[in-house]
C-alpha cells in the first residue's frame, strides 16, 4: 500500500473524519466552557494578566495586579487577551484559547497521519482517542498554557517529520522553516522547555534511525527561524523590563529544574515517579485496555515503520525530562499525549484486526461496565446518607439524576460494543459511550470541591462594600481573583508574595507588599481614607491579620474584613 500524499486528498474522503472530530470537540469542549466559575489561582490569574494588557495597551510586558509577571513569556497572554476582546470577559473567553489549542491538535494530529500513516483508521482513531483522554479534557477545558504549548509542540514535531520524509529540497526547506516557527511560538508561550524537548526528541529519532548526517544538517534552519520568531518581543522585553531575561533564566528555567536558588521553595517538588499515576490516570478511559494495547504494540511490524519508532521518542522523552525535573505539575506531561494517541490507537486497533483479541477487548468492556455501575450505585448511596447525616453533600438532586443519565448511557454501551464486528467500529462506540458525561463535567462539578478555589461569588457579594476610594488587599492566593472580579490593578498583597516574591522585592513595587508586622499600621493610615480599607484572605490566615475592627462578614472558608473610617 502506497503511502497518501496532499494531492490524493478528496474532500469527500475526508470530511466525514473531520465532521467526527469536530463534532466531538464542540460537544464536549466547548459546549461547556462557561459553566464553571474560574479556578484560583491559575484560572482567575491567566486571566486578569490579559485584561491588564487589553486595559493598559501594553503588549510587551506581562502584568498581574499592575506589577511585573516573568512567570511565562507572552504568547500565552496574547492568546488569551484576544480571546477577551472577542467574547468578552467572561469564563467562556479566558478558557476558549485552552480549547482552540486542544481542537487544533487533533486536527493536526488527523491530517499528519493521514500523510504518513499507511492506515487512514489510524488517522481518525488517534485525535479521537486524543479527545476523549481524561487529561487532555481535563486542561483543555481548563484556562492554562500547557493546551497551547502542547499544540506548539505538536505541529512542530510534525513539521520536522514532515521534512524527514521530503525527498525534495523546496519541500524539505518549508517544512524546516515551519518547524522553527512554531518552536519560536512556543518558546513564546512557556520558554526552554520546548527547545529541549524537540531538539532531544529529533537527535535520538534521527539516531534510531541511523542518519547521522542529518544531525548537523537539519537543525540549523528551525534553529534560525525560532530565534528571528522570538528575536521582536524578546528585544522589546529586555528594553521595557531589563530584568526580565536573568529572571526567565534562572529562576523559572535552572531553579525549576534544578530545584536549586533562593526561591525554590514554591515549584512544586515531587518524586521521580509522580508522572506515572497522572500517565495512567490522564489516559483513562482507554489506559483500561492497557493489556489489549500491550499485546498490539508487541508486533514488531509496527516498528519495522519510522513514523510509529518517531512517535515513541516523541512521547517517551519528554515524560523521562519531566520526570528527571525537580518541579513537577500533572500539566507538564501534556506534550506526551498526541504521539501516545497514535500508540494507543496502532495497539488497539492491531490487537483487534491482527491479533484477535476481540474476546479480551470485550471481556475488559464489560468489566469496565460493572465498575461503572458500581461507582453509580456508590454516589446515588453518598448522596442519599448525606442528606441524613452531617456530611458534606457532594451534588444536589438535579445533579444526581443528570449523571445517573450520562453514566447509564456510558454503562450500556460498555455491554452493547460487543456487537459490533469491524474493530474501528468497536473502538469508535468505546469514544463516544463517555460522551454524555464528558460534556457535562462541569455542570456535575460539586459545588463543595469548588469553595476553595472558585472565588466569584463571594467577591461579587463582598463588592457592596468597595468603592473605588477604597484601599484593598488580598492574600496572595486570592490576590488574582480580588482583581480580576474587582476590575482593579491596586491590590495590595499581603501575608506572603508567593510566585510575585522577585518583583515585590524591586524599589518600584516594595510599597504593595504588606507583611503581617506593618498591617496593623498599613490599615490604621488607610482606615482614614474616605473609602477606608478592605482585606480579603482565607478563614485560616485569620490569625496572621491584627484585628483591629470588626469583621463585616465571614462567609464559607473565605473570609472578608472591611475596616470602616473612623467617624
Same mark, same amino acid.
Given at each position: 500500500?502506497?503511502?497518501?500524499?496532499?494531492?490524493?486528498?478528496?474532500?469527500?474522503?475526508? $470530511?466525514?473524519?473531520?465532521?467526527?472530530?469536530?463534532?466531538?470537540?464542540?460537544?464536549?469542549?466547548?459546549?461547556?466552557?462557561?459553566?464553571?466559575?474560574?479556578?484560583?489561582?491559575?484560572?482567575?490569574?491567566?486571566?486578569?494578566?490579559?485584561?491588564?494588557?487589553?486595559?493598559?495597551?501594553?503588549?510587551?510586558?506581562?502584568?498581574?495586579?499592575?506589577?511585573?509577571?516573568?512567570?511565562?513569556?507572552?504568547?500565552?497572554?496574547?492568546?488569551?487577551?484576544?480571546?477577551?476582546?472577542?467574547?468578552?470577559?467572561?469564563?467562556?473567553?479566558?478558557?476558549?484559547?485552552?480549547?482552540?489549542?486542544?481542537?487544533?491538535?487533533?486536527?493536526?494530529?488527523?491530517?499528519?497521519?493521514?500523510?504518513?500513516?499507511?492506515?487512514?483508521?489510524?488517522?481518525?482513531?488517534?485525535?479521537?482517542?486524543? $479527545?476523549?483522554?481524561?487529561?487532555?479534557?481535563?486542561?483543555?477545558?481548563?484556562?492554562? $498554557?500547557?493546551?497551547?504549548?502542547?499544540?506548539?509542540?505538536?505541529?512542530?514535531?510534525?513539521?520536522?517529520?514532515?521534512?524527514?520524509?521530503?525527498?525534495?529540497?523546496?519541500?524539505?526547506?518549508?517544512?524546516?522553516?515551519?518547524?522553527?516557527?512554531?518552536?519560536?511560538?512556543?518558546?513564546?508561550?512557556?520558554?526552554?522547555?520546548?527547545?529541549?524537548?524537540?531538539?532531544?526528541?529529533?537527535?535520538?529519532?534521527?539516531?534510531?534511525?541511523?542518519?547521522?548526517?542529518?544531525?548537523?544538517?537539519?537543525?540549523?534552519?528551525?534553529? #534560525?527561524?525560532?530565534?528571528?520568531?522570538?528575536?521582536?518581543?524578546?528585544?522589546?522585553?529586555?528594553?521595557?523590563?531589563?530584568?526580565?531575561?536573568?529572571?526567565?533564566?534562572?529562576?523559572?528555567?535552572?531553579?525549576?529544574?534544578?530545584?536549586?536558588?533562593?526561591?525554590?521553595?514554591?515549584?512544586?517538588?515531587?518524586?521521580?515517579?509522580?508522572?506515572?499515576?497522572?500517565?495512567?490516570?490522564?489516559?483513562?478511559?482507554?489506559?483500561?485496555?492497557?493489556?489489549?494495547?500491550?499485546?498490539?504494540?508487541?508486533?514488531?511490524?509496527?516498528?519495522?515503520?519510522?513514523?510509529?519508532?518517531?512517535?515513541?521518542?516523541?512521547?517517551?522523552?519528554?515524560?523521562?525530562?519531566?520526570?528527571?525535573?525537580?518541579?513537577?505539575?500533572?500539566?507538564?506531561?501534556?506534550?506526551?499525549?498526541?504521539?501516545?494517541?497514535?500508540?494507543?490507537?496502532?495497539?488497539?486497533?492491531?490487537?483487534?484486526?491482527?491479533?484477535?483479541?476481540?474476546?479480551?477487548?470485550?471481556?475488559?468492556?464489560?468489566?469496565?461496565?460493572?465498575?461503572?455501575?458500581?461507582?453509580?450505585?456508590?454516589?446515588?448511596?453518598?448522596?442519599?446518607?448525606?442528606?441524613?447525616?452531617? #456530611?458534606?453533600?457532594?451534588?444536589?438532586?438535579?445533579?444526581?439524576?443528570?449523571?445517573?443519565?450520562?453514566?447509564?448511557?456510558?454503562?450500556?454501551?460498555?455491554?452493547?460494543?460487543?456487537?459490533?464486528?469491524?474493530?474501528?467500529?468497536?473502538?469508535?462506540?468505546?469514544?463516544?459511550?463517555?460522551? $454524555?458525561?464528558?460534556?457535562?463535567?462541569?455542570?456535575?462539578?460539586?459545588?463543595?470541591?469548588?469553595?476553595?478555589?472558585?472565588?466569584?461569588?463571594?467577591?461579587?457579594?463582598?463588592?457592596?462594600?468597595?468603592?473605588?476610594?477604597?484601599?484593598?488587599?488580598?492574600?496572595?492566593?486570592?490576590?488574582?481573583?480580588?482583581?480580576?472580579?474587582?476590575?482593579?490593578?491596586?491590590?495590595?498583597?499581603?501575608?506572603?508574595?508567593?510566585?510575585?516574591?522577585?518583583?515585590?522585592?524591586?524599589?518600584?513595587?516594595?510599597?504593595?507588599?504588606?507583611?503581617?508586622?506593618?498591617?496593623?499600621?498599613? #490599615?490604621?493610615?488607610?482606615?482614614?481614607?474616605?473609602?477606608?480599607?478592605?482585606?480579603?484572605?482565607?478563614?485560616?490566615?485569620?490569625?496572621?491579620?491584627?484585628?483591629?475592627?470588626? #469583621?463585616?462578614?465571614?462567609?464559607?472558608?473565605?473570609?472578608?474584613?472591611?475596616?470602616?473610617?473612623?467617624?
Amino acid at each position: 500500500m502506497k503511502k497518501s500524499h496532499w494531492s490524493n486528498f478528496q474532500i469527500t474522503d475526508i $470530511l466525514p473524519s473531520l465532521c467526527l472530530i469536530s463534532s466531538l470537540f464542540i460537544v464536549i469542549y466547548i459546549l461547556q466552557l462557561g459553566i464553571m466559575p474560574l479556578v484560583s489561582q491559575d484560572e482567575v490569574r491567566y486571566a486578569e494578566v490579559a485584561r491588564e494588557m487589553i486595559v493598559s495597551g501594553n503588549w510587551v510586558v506581562p502584568r498581574l495586579d499592575g506589577i511585573d509577571y516573568f512567570e511565562k513569556p507572552v504568547l500565552g497572554h496574547w492568546m488569551n487577551a484576544v480571546s477577551e476582546l472577542v467574547f468578552g470577559g467572561n469564563n467562556f473567553a479566558v478558557r476558549f484559547s485552552s480549547a482552540f489549542c486542544t481542537g487544533l491538535s487533533a486536527v493536526l494530529l488527523f491530517f499528519f497521519l493521514r500523510k504518513f500513516s499507511k492506515e487512514e483508521k489510524i488517522a481518525l482513531l488517534a485525535p479521537v482517542i486524543f $479527545l476523549t483522554s481524561g487529561l487532555i479534557l481535563a486542561i483543555g477545558t481548563f484556562s492554562v $498554557l500547557d493546551a497551547q504549548i502542547s499544540f506548539f509542540i505538536t505541529a512542530a514535531m510534525a513539521s520536522f517529520y514532515a521534512a524527514y520524509c521530503s525527498k525534495k529540497i523546496t519541500p524539505k526547506f518549508l517544512w524546516l522553516v515551519l518547524c522553527g516557527v512554531f518552536a519560536g511560538l512556543g518558546f513564546l508561550t512557556k520558554g526552554f522547555l520546548v527547545f529541549v524537548v524537540l531538539t532531544i526528541s529529533i537527535a535520538l529519532f534521527l539516531i534510531w534511525e541511523k542518519k547521522w548526517k542529518n544531525l548537523f544538517t537539519m537543525p540549523w534552519i528551525p534553529l #534560525i527561524t525560532a530565534i528571528i520568531t522570538i528575536l521582536p518581543w524578546g528585544i522589546n522585553v529586555y528594553y521595557q523590563a531589563p530584568d526580565f531575561w536573568r529572571y526567565f533564566i534562572v529562576v523559572e528555567h535552572y531553579d525549576r529544574f534544578m530545584h536549586a536558588g533562593k526561591y525554590s521553595g514554591a515549584l512544586h517538588p515531587e518524586p521521580f515517579w509522580f508522572f506515572i499515576p497522572i500517565l495512567f490516570v490522564g489516559a483513562l478511559p482507554w489506559a483500561f485496555h492497557l493489556p489489549e494495547i500491550i499485546v498490539g504494540l508487541k508486533d514488531k511490524i509496527l516498528f519495522s515503520k519510522s513514523l510509529t519508532r518517531y512517535c515513541v521518542i516523541w512521547a517517551v522523552f519528554p515524560f523521562i525530562f519531566f520526570s528527571a525535573s525537580s518541579g513537577k505539575l500533572a500539566t507538564y506531561i501534556l506534550p506526551c499525549f498526541p504521539p501516545l494517541a497514535v500508540l494507543i490507537a496502532y495497539g488497539l486497533y492491531n490487537a483487534l484486526d491482527k491479533c484477535k483479541k476481540e474476546k479480551l477487548f470485550n471481556t475488559t468492556n464489560l468489566i469496565f461496565g460493572y465498575f461503572l455501575i458500581t461507582a453509580l450505585a456508590a454516589a446515588v448511596i453518598y448522596v442519599i446518607i448525606s442528606r441524613f447525616f452531617n #456530611i458534606p453533600t457532594l451534588w444536589n438532586l438535579k445533579q444526581l439524576l443528570t449523571g445517573i443519565v450520562a453514566v447509564s448511557f456510558w454503562t450500556a454501551l460498555m455491554f452493547f460494543i460487543k456487537k459490533a464486528t469491524h474493530p474501528l467500529n468497536k473502538l469508535l462506540l468505546f469514544a463516544l459511550a463517555p460522551i $454524555l458525561a464528558m460534556s457535562l463535567k462541569s455542570y456535575l462539578t460539586p459545588e463543595s470541591a469548588l469553595t476553595n478555589i472558585a472565588h466569584e461569588k463571594f467577591i461579587s457579594e463582598q463588592s457592596k462594600f468597595i468603592t473605588k476610594d477604597t484601599t484593598v488587599m488580598a492574600y496572595q492566593d486570592m490576590m488574582g481573583a480580588v482583581c480580576w472580579y474587582l476590575k482593579r490593578d491596586d491590590i495590595y498583597v499581603y501575608g506572603k508574595p508567593g510566585e510575585l516574591e522577585h518583583p515585590l522585592k524591586q524599589p518600584e513595587f516594595q510599597s504593595r507588599f504588606i507583611n503581617k508586622e506593618k498591617a496593623a499600621a498599613f #490599615i490604621s493610615e488607610k482606615r482614614n481614607n474616605t473609602g477606608g480599607a478592605a482585606i480579603f484572605l482565607r478563614t485560616k490566615n485569620r490569625k496572621d491579620i491584627p484585628i483591629v475592627s470588626d #469583621i463585616d462578614a465571614i462567609k464559607d472558608k473565605t473570609m472578608f474584613s472591611k475596616f470602616n473610617p473612623k467617624q
